[in-house]
């Protein structure tokens, strides 16, 4: 009966444990689940399990207080016939009242990964060896880190004491761990007036002396932090005969603070309504976009629209108001290269769980296809393969459209090929003691001495020397020319 493991719950692995009266106990041997003492728990036969969960009426606690399993009808071990019976039957001579506090949802959940290793038919029995010899630990464990003392720490528990045991391979059940971020809300604030129900906006405060009251974010007009009154007033019946101290321009301004989702601070954002209004993909996009995923991040609603210009963006390359433009045209060397640097970018990324920085690129490149005019199957093809794990919706939509049959869930992701990547030539800031005046590009096949040689004939350096012989001409390979005068 250890507290942090029992729970007085329905939902939860039932205790094989059964309450045998003795007599002549004393006072401080263990309660009943029915109250009481003079019962001492007696533990049921491995050989009988499973013992599973009772159905029940409700799943409520009894009106006496005890755990919801007190309104089972059929919950009593019968130890002649080794099966659970009616409560009816109770005799504390045979059949006894079976333990009614169940264990936590990570009893059962913190070996479930070893479960997944097994063989269809084996799931539900303890592990043979040919099973033990097949376990390994899991590559990439990815959870919050409120979750960690209750999962992952009861995870490791349980793994050791399966290696203790000889039924896992290895001590530690995981070999990296991410904690991803939380997703905060910008909570805001309406300011009463101490003592009254007058509100007054957040420029006017000036140190009087008020009470600043969560509102629910729904309340505010579109996306910014002006609040609608009229809504604020219909919210709580408290507020209905409110008075409001305005901005010169006759708005109420709310204050605005990050802090973690919460009901109770009104704060919350309902992932259905964004992908009612924007899509299923915005919302991953904008979510992964909002910073590092181990980091916390506020989510501002306001932002989300440059996500979603994106994918309309995106889409443009495929379609126009005509319809569908792809063509089988040879792209150029500037497309092709917008496109592997991206696809190279991408495959990092996705290695170091960098996927905001994903998300940027992808922006860059459509920014860089777009002024190209490139409507090239050749490039939009592996784009579309490529932003599928971002945004998988649009991504299947476009590869139907390019004539694939079979879903872009199973299209070869794509690799870069360095020969695209190379640079034909490279522009260098010049500077004339030490400050720039002009840039100039040249091949990066160049030595030196030719980029030297080039800079001192250029027109625009005559104008800068105005006739002075150079005491200096420093070149630093793909990175600055410098003229010291």
Known sequence: RDAVFSRQRYWGEPFPVYYKKEENTSSSTSLSPFGGTGAIPQMIGEEHFPILLPEVEKYLPTEEGNPPLGNATAWAWDTATHKVVSNELIDNQTVFPLELNTMPGWAGSSWYWLEYMMEKEARGTFPTKAVVDYWQNVDLYVGGSEHATGHLLYSRFWNKFLKDRGFAPTEEPFKKLINQGMILGMSAFAYRLEGTNTFISKNQVKGQSVQPIHVDVSLLKDTSDELDIEKFKAWRKEFADAEFILEEDGKYITGREVEKMSKSKYNVVNPDDICEQYGADTLRLYEMFLGPLEQAKPWNTAGISGVYNFLRKLWRLYFNDNGWQVT????????????????????????????????????????????????????????????????????????????????????????????????????????FNGKVRFKRAYATSMTPAEIEQAILADPQTAEQLQGNTPKKVIVVPNRIINIVM
């Open 328 to 431: 089988d045209e040879a792209p150029t060397p500037e497309m092709l290269k917008a496109l592997h640097k991206t696809i190279k970018k991408v495959n990092e990324d996705i290695e170091n769980f960098s996927f905001n920085t994903s998300v940027s690129q992808f922006m860059i490149c459509v920014n860089e296809l777009s002024s190209l005019k490139c409507h090239h199957r050749d490039v939009l093809a592996p784009l579309a393969v490529l932003v599928a794990p971002f945004a998988p919706h649009i991504a299947e939509e476009l590869w139907k459209r390019l004539g694939n049959t079979e879903s872009v869930t199973y299209a070869p992701y794509p690799v870069h090929e360095d020969k695209y990547l190379q640079e034909d030539s490279k522009e260098y800031p010049v500077s």
